[in-house]
């Protein structure tokens, strides 16, 4: 992806967060689908529900610049739930405010194995530092998923990933097209393990889980 393209998407891509009795809780990521005030997250990420939801939408924040971690000034706006795709862990949110997006949406289909990807979102967001952050990874794996009987498409990119990044989209490095959307790290389902920092020890791998961007166009 080329500067001038990473120096704009502090206009797209954002926090979801609550709002607590102590301030905003950050929840994870979210990017802008269209100028119909739409976004994309994981489900997972807002726990299907809307209760004092908000998106807070990074002013004065570049990614090509220093981004000041002291600065805690929000602009929190109000969010509800527009759609929820539980087998695919994909949320549809919705604002009530004009906004710009010129992403171009496609799907897995567009990515191939070894093939280069950009990540964008925030990492640490869910434990209070809501910096930006750019990551590269390629596509290790293409899958089909079933769950509930429905089989999806996924990516398999051999990347580390924080909780905070769910939700962020997953560009096609050459041509700037949103491929996929982040879910999270691949976990066993089994018993006897413990959590650790609120983290599943079996989650710390070299893969990352993305779920293919052209269910969120179905959807919308």
């Given at each position: ?68 971690t002291?600065n ?54 869910t ?19 079933e ?25 096609d ?48």
């Amino acid at each position: 992806m080329n500067t001038s393209n990473l120096s704009q998407l502090h206009n797209i891509v954002f926090t979801v967060g609550r709002i607590t009795p102590s301030g905003v809780s950050l929840l994870g990521t979210c990017f802008l689908l269209n100028e119909s005030g739409l976004l994309a997250t994981a489900a997972h990420v807002t726990s299907n529900d809307e209760q004092n939801l908000v998106i807070v939408f990074s002013q004065g924040t570049d990614i090509m610049s220093y981004q000041d971690t002291s600065n805690n000034s929000v602009n929190a706006i109000p969010a509800r739930i527009y759609a929820v795709d539980a087998v695919r862990d994909i949320c549809i949110l919705k604002v009530d405010q004009d906004v710009k997006s010129n992403l171009r949406i496609i799907g897995s289909d567009q990515a191939s194995i070894a093939q280069h990807l950009d990540i964008i979102g925030y990492p640490h967001c869910t434990e209070g530092r809501r910096v930006l952050t750019y990551q590269s990874t390629v596509v290790g794996a293409k899958v089909l998923i079933e769950s509930a009987n429905i089989k999806s498409k996924h990516l398999i990119l051999n990347i580390q990933t924080k909780p905070g990044q769910s939700g962020s989209p997953i560009f096609d490095s050459e041509t700037g097209v949103v491929v996929a959307m982040l879910i999270g790290s691949y976990a066993p389902t089994s018993k006897g393990f413990m959590m650790i920092g609120d983290i599943n020890p079996h989650t710390l791998h070299q893969t990352t889980h993305a779920i293919s961007s052209e269910y969120l166009i179905e959807m919308i």
